[in-house]
């Protein structure tokens, strides 16, 4: 594990990108590490390409600048890779996550020659089969923490269930899902290079 | 004594709030405050506190609100922003000069135009002259144990002046960092209740809050207000130690940080200290004496403490994050300089306008500053104007990217 891991989000408002980027930084802040999870604002819709970012650290976190050289990225929406630069920065002993339910060869063409670590995970599927709804933001969760190995994935799934089970206190049956969602997108994320 | 957990500089106002529980708070929605009476009122109507939350039409209103509230004995808070708070700028005067203890969270954004929602000083610098103690903060928990301090400075006999306690938009506002939080007993009896000798409602006593003063009594008024900000210097430190007995948490007027012994300094307020000491150590293990001054009281000012801190430096950058449009540089440029001459100081100094309207700024730009700095310090750089930091057009290239 890196002493500091940087992350970047790339998604559309409204597919919870800010969100899978503040969760990581809280379930990260539960397994002891110092944390920042912050969005990057602007005229913000539904639809519109949208930026977070995590720093996760052993160390006190002390700058506020946003992150140019991530070690991580991940990107929540597929159609994001003709308009926005995903890997600008991003390093090469680093990875990049992407939901998609397109092939690899479809996908790697559009990374502009990033020579590093290329996962994908059908974020659409797993939250579909385990939430019924489109939430693609916790399945992106999982696999990110996988594979950026900021905490071990026992801790992870532990204290995702420990906040789980208290944000959805009224409504357990989301609680399932949610955990079953974490548990097959595990599963399912693929290294394709 | 304590627990650690993480929210966001938002959350940690409110948890500020929750635990100073205030008679009333009037407030107006604008970003990036918004959370702030969002979290307040959930608050209320959960039954965790029972402030009187009144959701007024404007931020004029909320602010002539919190007159009317601590004019007749309340303890009134409010929180706003950018134009939410120019909005309020006539009342701003009333509050000070009538010298009323209310206390806002005011989330720092540019004010218009371009339209933008990002962090800016312009708001809260050009109420300068308001009347107002102005904090800031570099991060959420500064901003959370501001607050927690700044009804017992507003309060306080020699005092009697409204407090603003300042957070970066959206860097430290909506930033979710590590914290840690006070318990609410100790937090409790440090804030105490407010019990004002004098209040519209108080029984058998009539008085009249801002009335019309003629020419002969006029200018006594403003001289008493301005003796009452000059006595507030005295009680801030007070209130900070006070404060640094329960929690350790060390607060001053400023922070020095790796300043005694620094050739090279960079003056600066707000969230990019943060970024600004990461560029000191690094620097350090290079062998470049950098430091840092990080304001934290604004007003008063503490030129003297801030002239004697830096005068032994061969060169100081002083950041500013509002444009002022004078030409010159900015409120703080202005300012610091001023108490450099007054100390005497020998130290070359450059005003350097950072970060409008939310312009990220990098370690790696705080660098190039103090590397501009050491050239300043040589004679082999010379700004006759003062430079903007990472602007795309590449003016003042010595500063760009």
Redesign the interface.
């Known amino acids: 594990m890196r002493h500091l891991t940087e992350i970047r989000w790339h998604g559309r408002g409204g597919q919870g990108a800010k969100t899978a980027a503040?969760l990581l930084?809280?379930v990260a802040?539960q397994a002891g590490k110092?944390?920042?999870?912050?969005?990057e604002?602007?005229?913000e819709r539904m639809g519109a390409p949208i930026t977070a970012y995590d720093r996760i650290s052993d160390r006190?976190?002390?700058?506020?600048?946003?992150i140019?050289e991530p070690d991580f990225v991940a990107v929540v929406d597929d159609t994001l890779l003709h308009t926005v630069d995903v890997t600008a920065g991003l390093k090469e002993d680093g990875a990049i996550l992407i939901n998609t339910v397109k092939p690899a060869e479809e996908i790697l063409p559009l990374l502009k020659g990033y020579a590093g670590k290329v996962y994908l995970l059908d974020a659409g599927k797993v939250c579909m089969a385990t939430l019924g709804k489109y939430f693609p933001n916790t399945p992106m969760l999982a696999a990110m923490v996988k594979i950026s190995d900021v905490m071990e994935i026992d801790v992870f799934l532990r204290e995702m269930e420990t906040s789980l089970r208290h944000k959805f206190a009224r409504k357990p049956e989301v609680l399932d899902g949610n955990l079953k969602a974490l548990r097959l997108a595990l599963e399912e994320v693929k290294e394709c290079r | 004594m304590s627990t650690r957990t993480r929210m966001s500089g938002n959350e940690a106002v409110a948890h500020a709030i929750k635990q100073i529980n205030p008679d009333v708070m009037p407030a107006f929605p604008i970003t990036p405050s918004t959370e702030i009476p969002q979290f307040v009122a959930t608050m209320i109507a959960n039954g965790e506190i029972d402030t009187e939350f009144i959701p007024v039409e404007s931020e004029h209103s909320a602010m002539s609100a919190a007159i009317g509230a601590s004019a007749a004995g309340a303890r009134a808070i409010t929180a706003t922003s950018s134009c939410g708070m120019a909005l309020m700028w006539e009342v701003l005067y009333v509050a000070a000069s009538s010298r009323l203890p209310i206390v806002m969270a005011l989330v720092n954004r540019g004010l218009t135009g371009p339209l933008n929602i990002n962090a800016e000083h312009s708001d809260s610098m050009g109420a300068r002259d308001s009347g107002w103690i102005q904090i800031y903060a570099e991060n959420n928990q500064e901003v959370y144990d501001n607050f927690l301090q700044a009804h017992r400075i507003a309060e306080h006999q020699d005092v009697h002046l409204p407090v603003m306690i300042c957070q970066d938009g959206f860097i430290t506002s909506h930033a979710v960092q590590n914290i840690t939080l006070w318990d609410d007993e100790p937090i409790r009896r440090f804030v105490g209740e407010y019990e004002p000798e004098h209040y519209l409602l108080k029984e058998n006593e009539t008085m009249a809050v801002g009335p019309y003063a003629v020419a002969p009594y006029c200018m006594e008024a403003k001289k008493a207000q301005a003796e009452a900000m000059k006595r507030a210097r005295k009680v801030i430190l007070d209130v900070a130690e006070e404060f640094e007995q329960i929690t350790g948490q060390h607060y001053g007027f400023f922070e020095g940080y790796r300043l005694e012994d620094a050739e090279y300094a960079v003056v600066a307020i707000g969230s990019v200290c943060g970024t600004v000491k990461d560029a000191v150590d690094a620097l350090r293990e290079r062998g470049v004496k950098a430091g840092l001054l990080k304001i934290r009281v604004f007003r008063p000012f503490p030129g003297q403490e801030i002239g004697e801190a830096l005068k032994h430096c061969r060169a100081i950058a002083i950041m500013d994050r509002s444009e002022s449009y004078s030409s010159q540089g900015g409120p703080l440029g202005a300012e610091v300089t001023a108490a450099l001459y007054r100390a005497k100081a020998a130290a070359e100094t450059v005003n350097i306008m950072y970060g409008l309207s939310g312009r990220d700024v990098r370690v790696e730009d705080m660098e190039q500053v103090y590397e501009q700095l050491r050239k300043l310090a040589d004679g082999q750089v010379s700004f006759a104007e003062y430079p903007y930091l990472g602007l795309r057009d590449g003016t003042n290239d010595c500063l760009s990217r």
Do not use: K, T
Request: no cysteine; aromatic share 20%; glycine share 10%.
């Open positions: 503040l930084a809280d802040f110092q944390v920042q999870g912050f969005p604002y602007g005229p006190e976190i002390r700058v506020h600048s946003n140019y």
